[in-house]
């Protein structure tokens, strides 16, 4: 299950499970309150580093990393902000649908039903929506007016534990961005084509609200629900003809995204909570259960037995423990290194990664086994943001190109008109260009080879056969 598909109560638990923060969330997110999660914590760390250990975050420190919650806090808000959405955002969050209500219920099912492509829309499927859209309009006011704020930066309450952190509004932006998709089909649907493209900028402005976000199951959700923008795009570029001033504008609402700099923060971030967690008192990383996590996260970990035969607090005054967190710390070195390197060579460099969770399983490292399993396919996940991007740049360009060429479709990608409009847009996975295909004299394809490294021709994953061989792609129909 992918971070758009999840529902209100699934997210928090769900997504952080593939990183270091989930291990922990549920032990101390069950029913508190805003007003509870408001008061200053002073929770202290009760054990001393190895000095080791200490040189190592010292040096950190010196380059300007955080090492701990408040370091963490003040490189968060750093950056003084004129203008701030994420209040009214906040308060477009309290608008959503509630658990156990029609609208609750579409925004987890329903909408993964809506045709697609050039597919038509069903009279039943269009009253269901309309039904939707009219029961919310107050919600897409308040998103359309959060839009119009082009900062962002929601407030997060940092504090010794870090781990017990609730991230609500991670939640709350993806099923923002799940109903504005539903409004824009409807819009679609109904010929309001200026209304829709309008709409679509607000959706990847409340998916953009997480740029600033530190965390990974951050940047990891906003890559996913920037897909939902992508799938928006496609059905509106199926069903309907756009003209020069609609492309400029969906041209403009998708410039200016980059992941790099919020999954470098993130890893950053995700190296912080692990140094802090590793400094616990030994009694509540015990009530944490972390050894019983550990073969949880990753399948081909050794059964549960061996990690619960350990005892941490010995384990923590033992030379494997050091070895443990510098490796742990030697493995976001190089995931920090991958995400700053250039595509496709980004990709070659995290590939070293993988052998560092056998590693880790192999030397009974234990708080690298909690890191690495749901690490390592961090920066593939960055790689797949970037290329979803450069197709969705890529079909607007076609788009554009069309118009100039009266709706005619190139044969080929060697065509010198394919090779102007894609010019600049590599495929991060190959660092060739991103492909086109003309499947019928009104139908193409823009795509990326994707994960796989292969080029399948432009079949996606609902068409593949196994769904492994697939492309990441963005089809147009008209």
């Not at 950053?268 to 009530?287: H, W, Y």
Request: overall charge neutral; aromatic content about 8%.
């Amino acid at each position: 299950m992918n971070a758009a598909s999840l529902t209100h109560n699934q997210m928090p638990s769900r997504i952080f499970a593939a990183t270091l923060l989930v291990c922990f969330l549920s032990l101390a997110c069950n029913k508190k309150t805003d007003s509870e999660n408001s008061k200053p914590k002073t929770a202290k760390l009760a054990w001393k580093l190895p000095d080791e250990i200490s040189l190592k975050l010292d040096a950190l420190r010196k380059a300007g990393e955080p090492t701990t919650a408040e370091e963490m806090r003040r490189l968060y808000e750093t950056t003084p902000l004129v203008t701030n959405a994420a209040p009214l955002y906040t308060n477009a969050f309290a608008l959503l649908p509630a658990p156990g209500s029609f609208g609750y219920t579409f925004l987890s099912d329903g909408i993964s039903n809506l045709p697609q492509h050039s597919a038509v829309m069903p009279k039943g499927t269009l009253d269901v929506l309309a039904k939707f859209c009219t029961e919310n309009a107050a919600l897409f006011d308040s998103l359309k007016t959060a839009a119009r704020v082009k900062e962002c930066r929601y407030s997060l309450d940092f504090h010794e534990s870090l781990w017990d952190m609730p991230l609500t509004h991670v939640t709350g932006v993806g099923r923002c961005a799940r109903a504005i998709r539903a409004n824009c089909y409807l819009l679609i649907e109904r010929g309001q084509i200026d209304a829709a493209v309008e709409l679509i900028g607000d959706q990847v402005a409340s998916v953009e609200s997480l740029d600033r976000d530190p965390f990974l199951v951050s940047q990891l959700a906003r890559s996913a629900w920037l897909t939902q923008c992508e799938r928006t795009l496609e059905r509106l570029l199926n069903r309907k003809k756009l003209d020069t001033s609609q492309l400029a504008q969906l041209e403009q609402a998708f410039q200016g995204i980059s992941f790099k700099e919020g999954f470098t923060r993130a890893l950053a971030s995700e190296r912080c909570s692990t140094i802090v967690i590793c400094q616990r008192p030994a009694e509540q990383l015990k009530d944490m259960d972390i050894l019983g996590l550990i073969p949880r996260l990753d399948e081909s970990s050794a059964n549960s037995s061996r990690w619960a035969q350990l005892d941490i607090q010995s384990y923590r005054e033992s030379a494997t423990f050091v070895q443990d967190i510098l490796f742990a710390l030697q493995s976001f070195e190089i995931l920090i290194k991958a995400v700053d390197t250039p595509f496709p060579e980004a990709l070659e460099v995290a590939k070293a990664f993988t052998s560092n969770v056998i590693i880790a399983q192999t030397n009974r490292y234990v708080f690298a086994s909690l890191v690495t399993p749901s690490l390592r396919r961090t920066v593939e996940r960055y790689a797949e943001g970037e290329a979803r991007l450069r197709v969705t740049r890529g079909a607007l360009a076609m788009e554009r190109m069309r118009l100039v060429n009266n709706g005619r479709l190139p044969e080929n990608a060697d065509d010198p008109a394919v090779r102007s409009a894609l010019s600049g847009l590599t495929d991060p996975f190959d660092g060739k260009p991103i492909r086109y295909k003309r499947r019928a004299a009104n139908s193409y394809v823009i795509y990326s080879i994707g994960p796989d490294e292969k080029d399948d021709g432009g079949i996606p994953k609902e068409g593949a056969k196994d769904k492994t061989n697939y492309d990441l792609v963005l089809m147009v129909t008209r």
